[in-house]
């Protein structure tokens, strides 16, 4: 069930010229908000503009020449659908991404503009997933999960390996948690490289299925998801990204609401660093001091920058 290193670092030669380079950037700013030693890594500059292109791609390689002509399909909020139509489209691959009802714009439109067909998934991430799981069965196409598949965990642990190869002194890596597919490859990969680093996921408090399923000591559905951060919306980790979050993720907190919209005005004010809200989750435990850590060196996760502009502007005016 465990990803291994290997398959991680076949992972990486495979994403080798298809990923845009996301090295470590110092901040003296949040360094000194935090008392440690902040290295954001910034996956809001990947290609499509979040981490998921990582996964997606990962996993639409693995598939037989019969597979990807048949295509594939995902469902998504919007990260991991843009990752995976642009990923389908570089190998020539059909595919279909199931959206909730209300999408974002941009996300929807990014989407469309790689080629890829998009279909009404209902109002949750559970909706979405049961459409896919229709078109799986009844059209043959494979599924690209966005979290609960090991070639897509394993994309999103080559994180985990550049932050290692970057930055071999590294204490701890704060990582945003929705479904578990990326602090579960990251954390597989940093427990393998380096196993006294300690890796901690970031719950917001209007989406907290890891959080919840760590402490019922398995996967559960959370009744109710109200967040900001789109990106964040699973209300149920998976099988196989919470058994690697229960080995390998040493703790997990929360933030609220508030402190990852202020978060995101922070990162554009004192970064220049456009970033969506689930993507500031991570630094916003840092900034307002959700962790224990004082004096480490430590890697954050930016994971995306597909910000609603019209939200974006809210809450710059709002919190500068």
Do not use: W
């Amino acid at each position: 069930m465990y990803v291994s290193l290997e398959e991680i670092k076949q992972a990486q030669a495979t994403l080798a010229n298809i990923i845009q380079p996301t090295p470590l950037q110092y901040s003296q700013t949040f360094s000194t908000m935090s008392g440690n030693e902040i290295f954001i890594k910034p996956e809001n500059l990947q290609k499509t503009g979040s981490f998921k292109i990582r996964g997606a791609y990962n996993k639409i390689f693995s598939l037989s020449q019969e597979e990807r002509s048949r295509g594939v399909v995902a469902f998504s909020a919007g990260n991991h659908g843009a990752g995976t139509a642009y990923a389908a489209k570089l190998l020539g691959v059909p595919a279909t991404v199931v959206m909730p009802t209300n999408p974002v714009p941009s996300k929807r439109n990014s989407i469309v503009e790689y080629g890829a067909k998009v279909v009404d998934g209902g109002a949750t991430s559970i909706t979405m997933y049961e459409k896919a799981r229709e078109l799986n069965q009844t059209a043959g196409l494979a599924m690209v999960h966005p979290f609960d598949d090991k070639f897509t965990i394993a994309g999103q642990g080559t994180i985990g390996v550049e932050i290692i190869e970057e930055l071999p002194s590294v204490d701890a890596v704060i990582v945003p948690v929705s479904g578990g597919g990326l602090i579960a490859g990251i954390a597989a990969a940093i427990k393998q490289l380096s196993p006294a680093t300690q890796v901690i996921g970031v719950n917001t408090e209007g989406a907290m299925a890891m959080y919840e399923s760590l402490k019922a000591g398995r996967p559960v559905e959370v009744e109710k998801v109200d967040t900001i951060a789109d990106g964040l919306m699973a209300k149920k980790p998976g099988e196989i990204t919470f058994a690697h979050t229960q080995k390998y993720v040493d703790t997990m907190v929360l933030v609220s609401e508030g402190e990852i919209a202020k978060a995101v005005a922070i990162i554009a004010e004192r970064a220049k660093l456009v970033v969506e809200p689930s993507g500031a989750a991570a630094l916003a435990a840092m900034i307002f001091n959700k962790t224990p850590l004082t004096g480490k060196n430590v890697a954050v996760i930016v994971s995306g920058g597909n910000a609603n502009m019209k939200l974006l502007a809210t809450l710059l005016e709002k919190h500068l």
